[in-house]
């Protein structure tokens, strides 16, 4: 069943491109591990870091989270979309590798904060609100693009999973990469 039109202040059109999404997401979701790694820093910035997320997972998650927003809360799609996984991703990507779990914590709080407060502040019709295309074509193209990085990430991990033999419930599945060993390089500064 499709539906179109507006619902709380806020224009919405279905269609299959959510059911392509939910795919993702559920995959996206299946493909988290390493949770035993995660630990906390010490000293001035106490942060949880999680050597085990590789950027491919943060970068699938915040397609498949762009592809849903876009498609279930249109008028609001850029800032907690866009805006928000951009304040999670860029530090993570950058300069505060291995903390993206503690960052989208963060700006998901404020978030949530805020439009509790402000309700209709994304509303149709208000100033803040941006408005997206409303064209399917653009809802089944980062559809696919979300299932596009999480299938591709699927193989990945699973590839590693093979070639090792890893156990994906309680081993560090990239545990040996570049990039996880600079991340776990912070495990020095332990909490105790």
């Not at 996984?85 to 805020?114: H, Y």
């Not at 193209?141 to 596009?148: C, K, P, W």
């Amino acid at each position: 069943m499709e539906f179109e039109g507006i619902v709380d202040g806020m224009y919405y059109i279905s269609g299959g491109w959510n059911y392509v999404n939910g795919v993702a997401g559920i995959l996206n979701l299946l493909l988290i591990c390493g949770w035993v790694g995660i630990f906390a820093t010490s000293g001035k910035r106490k942060d949880m870091i999680w050597p085990d997320q590789t950027k491919l997972w943060i970068i699938a998650y915040g397609a498949w989270n762009i592809a849903y927003v876009y498609a279930c809360a249109p008028g609001n799609a850029f800032y907690s979309g866009v805006a928000l996984n951009i304040a999670a991703t860029v530090p993570a990507l950058l300069w505060a590798k291995g903390t993206w779990m503690q960052n989208r914590a963060q700006t998901l709080s404020f978030w949530m904060m805020w439009v509790m407060t402000f309700p209709h502040f994304f509303a149709t019709g208000s100033t803040f609100n941006v408005s997206v295309s409303y064209n399917p074509a653009a809802n089944w193209t980062i559809a696919f693009i979300s299932l596009g990085l999480n299938v591709a990430l699927a193989i990945w991990q699973v590839s590693r999973i093979v070639k090792y033999k890893l156990n994906p419930f309680k081993d560090e599945i990239w545990q040996g990469t570049k990039a996880y060993d600079e991340i776990n390089s912070k495990r020095e500064d332990i909490v105790a």
